[in-house]
C-alpha cells in the first residue's frame, strides 16, 4: 500500500549507491512504498564525476517493470540484452520495458556534470510478463507557465500529451525556475483527483501548498487533491510523479518487480544460470563491464 495517511507527508531520502555514484533514494522506502505505478525512484546529481567516480553499472537484469531515465545533465551509454545501444543526453529519456526479462548495462559518458532521475514503473498484473522492448525519446513536450519551465515527461499535463509509452494512469512533469529567472513566481498546477501524487526537489527550494521542500526531500500527496500551488526560487528545480493508486500489491526486490516470493527466486536463479542455461534475459550485453552479482535471497519479501 502506498502512505496510509489522507494528509500529505514530508519524508526524507536515503542514500544509496548506483554503479559507484551517490544517490538520493525516494521510493520505495518503509513510509512509501509506491506512487501510482512508479515503484523507485532516485534522485543522482547534480555533481561532477571525475576518475573511478563515474557511474559504470555492469549488466543486472530486470523483470516485471519499466526502467525510467531522464537526463538533466551528463550522458550515459546504454546497452541491452535486446542488442540496443543508446547514449542519453540532456532532455532526453530512456524507457526500457523489462516485461518476462532483460538485461542492460549503464556507463557515464563525456561531461563530468551529471544529473538526472531514475525511476521504476511496475507493469500491471496482466502485462507484466510481456516482451522486453527498448525506446528512446530525444525530444519530449515543453511549454511555461508564470516562467516555470515544464517538461511532460509522461501522461499528459497543461494540454501537452507525452508520447512516452506506459501501460498505467500516470504523470511525470520536471519544473525548472532557470537560476537567471527576475525573482520568484507562483503557479497553481491543476491535479486530477482520482491520482496520488509526490513532489521530490531536486535543486533549490520550494513551497508547495505552504509546505517548503528542500532538495532530496519528497512531499506525498495522496488523492483528492484538484490543485497545487508551488512557489519557487531561481534555480527551483522539481520533479512531480503521480498515478491513479496501484491496488495491486507488488514485491520490489533487487533490479526485480514480482507478485510472489516464488516469482523473484525463479528469476534470480534463471539470471545465475546465464545464457547457457537460461534464455530469460537473451542475449550477454556487449558492455566490457563484469555482469552484478544477486545478492542472496533470504526471509520473506515485503510487498507494498
Not at 14 to 40: E, S, Y
Not at 208 to 223: C, I, K, R, S
Request: net charge negative; charged share 20%.
Amino acid at each position: 500500500m502506498s502512505a496510509p495517511s489522507s494528509a500529505p507527508e514530508l519524508l526524507s531520502t536515503r542514500l544509496a549507491d548506483v554503479g559507484g555514484i551517490p544517490v538520493h533514494r525516494a521510493v520505495p522506502q518503509r513510509a512509501l512504498r509506491k506512487v501510482g505505478a512508479w515503484c523507485f525512484l532516485d534522485h543522482l546529481g547534480p555533481s561532477v564525476q571525475h576518475g573511478d567516480r563515474s557511474m559504470q553499472v555492469g549488466p543486472h537484469p530486470h523483470i516485471g517493470l519499466q526502467t525510467f531515465t531522464w537526463m538533466i545533465e551528463g550522458e550515459v551509454l546504454h546497452r541491452d540484452s535486446l542488442g540496443s545501444e543508446q547514449v542519453i543526453r540532456p532532455g532526453q529519456i530512456n524507457l526500457m520495458t523489462a516485461g518476462r526479462g532483460i538485461a542492460h548495462s549503464e556507463e557515464s559518458l563525456g561531461s563530468p556534470r551529471m544529473h538526472a532521475a531514475q525511476l521504476w514503473i511496475a507493469l500491471p498484473g496482466d502485462q507484466r510478463t510481456m516482451a522486453p522492448r527498448f525506446q528512446h525519446y530525444p525530444d519530449v513536450p515543453r511549454c511555461t507557465q508564470d516562467g516555470l519551465e515544464i517538461c511532460v515527461l509522461a501522461g499528459e499535463a497543461l494540454g501537452q500529451v507525452s508520447s512516452v509509452q506506459v501501460h498505467s494512469p500516470l504523470v511525470a512533469l520536471d519544473l525548472n525556475l532557470r537560476a537567471d529567472a527576475p525573482g520568484p513566481v507562483t503557479t497553481e498546477l491543476a491535479l486530477r483527483a482520482d491520482f496520488e501524487y509526490a513532489v521530490l526537489g531536486l535543486t533549490g527550494e520550494v513551497v508547495v501548498d505552504g509546505q517548503a521542500v528542500a532538495p532530496d526531500e519528497l512531499l506525498f500527496l495522496p488523492a483528492g487533491r484538484a490543485t497545487l500551488e508551488l512557489r519557487c526560487t531561481p534555480g527551483t528545480r522539481l520533479l512531480l510523479v503521480g498515478g491513479a493508486p496501484m491496488n495491486e500489491e507488488v514485491l520490489v526486490w533487487w533490479n526485480f518487480v514480482g507478485r510472489t516470493q516464488e516469482e523473484i527466486a525463479q528469476a534470480l536463479a534463471d539470471w545465475q544460470a546465464g545464457p547457457e542455461g537460461s534464455e530469460r534475459f537473451g542475449a550477454r550485453v556487449a558492455s566490457p563491464l563484469a555482469p552484478l552479482v544477486a545478492p542472496a535471497l533470504e526471509g520473506r519479501l515485503r510487498g507494498g
